[in-house]
């Protein structure tokens, strides 16, 4: 896996301030996205055990609320695999942290994957210019979904976070 930044402290990415780990390749190349130079999934640097331990870090430290995976595309080819197991290492260590994803693919296509049982939220679906609004919360388009995970499992649908 290969990322671009990690951001530390971060407000805008998900509740509380969080760590947000900012990864390399997303094949949805949304027009207008907010973040092209993510796009190329050879891009950015080698994520490493120093970064991990960055990472845990940040974690480790008792008002930092979670951490939030970024893009890029987490669930992209090159990403998934590293992306899972990060986040069962993050879920085992730090009960008590929240993680957060966001995924151009949709819930529908991907709730059967392993990182799901991870995740408390996902926010879904490809960034649509012609749906873009300046006030939604955690979104920049109102095709995207901000999904509370647990429950959504639990009841067998695609439940929103409040």
């Known amino acids: 896996m290969r990322y671009h930044n990690i951001t530390k402290d971060d407000m805008l990415n998900g509740y509380g301030l969080r760590v947000v780990l900012w990864v390399s390749g997303c094949s949805h190349c949304c027009p207008q996205c907010h973040n092209p130079v993510t796009w190329d999934p050879y891009g950015g640097l080698p994520f490493t055990e120093?970064?991990?331990q960055e990472i845990f870090?940040?974690?480790?430290?008792?008002?930092?609320?979670?951490?939030?995976?970024s893009g890029g595309d987490p669930l992209h080819v090159f990403n998934i695999a590293d992306?899972?197991?990060l986040a069962r290492e993050i879920r085992q260590k730090y009960p008590?942290?929240?993680?957060?994803?966001?995924t151009g693919y949709l819930w529908e296509e991907i709730q059967s994957q392993e990182i799901?049982?991870?995740?408390?939220?996902?926010?879904?679906?490809?960034?649509?210019?012609?749906?873009?609004?300046q006030n939604l919360k955690?979104?920049?388009?109102?095709?995207?979904?901000?999904?509370?995970?647990p429950k959504s499992?639990?009841?067998?649908?695609?439940?929103l976070l409040d």
């Open 50 to 52: 120093a970064e991990r």
């Open 57 to 69: 870090r940040e974690l480790d430290k008792d008002f930092i609320s979670g951490i939030t995976f």
């Open 83 to 85: 992306v899972t197991a």
């Open 96 to 102: 008590g942290k929240t993680i957060w994803l966001y």
């Open 116 to 133: 799901v049982q991870y995740l408390d939220v996902l926010i879904d679906g490809e960034f649509q210019v012609d749906k873009m609004e």
């Open 138 to 149: 955690w979104v920049g388009s109102s095709n995207q979904r901000v999904i509370h995970v």
């Open 153 to 159: 499992i639990l009841q067998g649908r695609v439940v």
